[in-house]
């Protein structure tokens, strides 16, 4: 692939945070073939706000097909404002058809992508996704789309960013105090979410161990589950749950000792910014999505019905009911001695 006659390049981004934070490694490799070019991604209103300031990307342009870019007026509004730009490459990090029909309506001359979702005859250099690629883990399965197209930089890391004055927001929110993070909810369904009470438990026990007070992360969604467990807790402790943007989020975690967390978005986040995490898995896969590097200990158990992927448990919850408050302990003890 040419880097000379690239100029311009779309990226459409995926529409779960966790799942875009994993592209910024395959972002990084295109940034470096083709380093004169234009990037602009293209993403939900939620994850936009992953890539403000972003050192891979250029220009964001949000795609809110909830509200102003609704139903196929939305898309041909939308579409119409692309080719008006005149890109020369796309490249579909989202699995969907929506992503191949929104590069060919821009009249986008070189589409890439997977060849999911019935759409290989909208892609130009569309990929075979076979059983192999189903089972590499998220970050590969991006980076292998663009090796299959020449792309064959050097990727790097998980790569967030804040700016210096969120940072410092930050620092004035959380005071001259470490902090240990839970985070207790996870969007895409309650199958994923452990117990709140067992982490109020785990959050008292951390306490007693290591003196660092806890602060609670989450989502307005979350707001019932945070007063469960903090109506529990018997330690210092903050809740700032419902009240981060996914901006602040990010720039709150980045200043935290560790996060304890379900597989979610923010365990991504802080996997990002190098923050030492416990992360709890259930119904989802462990080896597609789990946080790459040696910050983090995945805790999880062998059951039948595992993994499941599916949003509510249809029987006992027992992925995640088998997961207990002192493995969580021990795992905790395991990152903060070895980050001491």
């Known amino acids: ?35 004169g070019a234009e990037i602009t991604v ?61 590069a ?20 130009t250099d569309g990929v075979p996704v076979g059983r192999r690629e189903k089972r590499l883990h998220h970050v590969d399965y991006y980076l292998q789309l663009l090796k299959k197209n020449g792309m064959t930089a ?3 890391d998980l790569t967030l960013c804040c700016t210096p004055e969120e940072t410092a927001a930050a620092r ?57 467990i903090a109506e529990q807790l018997k330690v210092p402790h903050k809740s700032l749950i419902g009240r981060t943007s996914i901006r602040q989020l990010m720039a709150v975690l980045s200043q935290c000792r560790l996060l304890l967390t379900n597989d979610s978005g923010p365990m991504h986040i802080a996997a990002a910014f190098r923050v030492p995490l416990v992360a709890l898995f259930g119904p989802t896969d462990h080896t597609t999505t789990s946080p790459p590097g040696n910050m983090s200990i995945i805790l999880r158990h062998e059951v039948d019905c595992a ?12 992925c995640m009911t088998a997961i207990g408050v002192e493995e969580v302990i021990v795992a905790v003890r395991t990152l903060l001695d070895s980050t001491a």
């Open 307 to 318: 993994p499941c992927l599916k949003r509510r448990c249809p029987s006992d919850h027992r």
């Open 1 to 35: 692939m040419n880097s000379h006659e690239t100029g311009k390049i779309l990226i459409r981004s995926t529409n779960w945070l966790g799942d875009a934070v994993m592209t910024t490694p395959a972002m990084g490799v295109v940034r470096a073939t083709f380093p």
């Open 104 to 123: 060919r309506l821009a009249g986008i001359p070189r589409r890439l992508g997977y060849r999911s979702d019935g759409r290989a005859w909208l892609l």
């Open 42 to 102: 293209v993403a939900n209103p939620a994850v936009a706000m992953l890539f403000e300031g972003h050192p891979y990307c250029d220009r964001i342009v949000v795609w809110d097909k909830s509200k102003v870019h609704r139903g196929i007026t939305g898309l041909l509004r939308f579409t119409k404002t692309l080719r008006e730009q005149h890109y020369d490459l796309a490249i579909l990090f989202q699995n969907a058809m929506e992503a191949a029909v929104m």
């Open 154 to 156: 050097r990727p790097g």
């Open 172 to 228: 004035k929110e959380l005071g001259d105090v470490d902090w240990i993070a839970v985070h207790p909810g996870a969007s895409y369904g309650s199958a994923k979410r452990w117990l709140p009470e067992r982490f109020a438990q785990s959050a008292n026990k951390i306490y007693q161990e290591f003196r660092t007070p806890i602060l609670l992360l989450g989502s307005p969604e979350d707001a019932s589950t945070g007063k469960r």
